[in-house]
């Protein structure tokens, strides 16, 4: 089974809108994190915003905030106000159990943003 | 963070032949991960590489194919082994930092023909 699923191969949205990326995880484990990372053309992986399993609240990092469903599973990416410079793809991850295992990885989603 | 130097940055290679891909980390660490990124594809982990012991290989992935050095803290290398065509990918490697984040190096593009 997926352990990170994104159902979103590919968003498009207008200059200074919001957009929500998707995420969904499967995990037993009470202990884990997730993570958004955007990854442009260039291949670099830029890390955007972290959620640990425990946190209360959801994280907010400047214009990327983190809506956390912990019932749900769920730990979707809010882009406000998004910026032509957001083109990118955009890849979930989550670590499971104690902090410095490997990442595993959703399959992405491609965010075009135009004028 | 931690930062990492990764070279090279792109190579194209004839198939039947081998690539050595390095990672220098400014800082000691522990654990470094090494992933494949297929053309259009997301990650996937390869293995793992601790300082002292072998690296762990995840399944579909195999040591003949992908030898990891780990000579110190700060260093290791991926060897892509008899390459072909189906090997063309970004490799990255990773490294955990300050208690929950990962850093990654910027990426090797392999393109081999």
């Known amino acids: 089974a997926q352990k990170i699923t994104q159902t979103q191969p590919g968003m498009f949205v207008q200059e200074k809108e919001a957009v929500t990326l998707d995420c969904t995880y499967d995990t037993s484990d009470p202990s884990y994190g997730l993570f958004w990372y955007k990854q442009p053309s260039s291949g670099e992986m830029i890390f955007l915003i972290y959620?640990?399993?425990?946190?209360?609240q959801n994280a907010t990092e400047g214009r990327y905030s983190l809506n956390f469903q912990k019932a749900r599973k769920s730990a979707n990416l809010v882009i406000s106000a998004s910026q032509l410079g957001d083109s990118a793809m955009y890849f979930c991850a989550m670590r499971e159990g104690q902090a410095g295992t490997a990442l595993i990885f959703g399959k992405g989603t491609t965010l075009s943003v135009s004028s | 963070s931690a930062v990492i130097s990764q070279k090279p940055s792109r190579d194209i290679c004839q198939r039947g032949t081998s690539l050595t891909i390095q990672c220098q980390v400014d800082?000691?660490?522990?654990?470094m991960f090494w992933y494949r990124q297929q053309p259009g594809q997301s990650l996937t982990l390869i293995a793992t590489a601790n300082q002292g012991s072998e690296a762990t290989y995840e399944s579909g992935f195999v040591i003949d194919k992908f030898p990891i050095s780990r000579p110190n803290l700060t260093f290791s290398t991926l060897t892509v082994s008899n390459m072909s065509p189906e090997d063309s990918s970004i490799y990255l490697c990773?490294?955990?930092?300050?208690?929950?984040?990962?850093?990654f190096g910027s990426g090797t593009r392999l393109t081999v023909v």
């Open positions: 959620q640990g399993s425990y946190d209360q």
């Open positions: 990773s490294v955990p930092w300050g208690g929950y984040g990962y850093t």
């Open positions: 800082s000691q660490v522990t654990m």
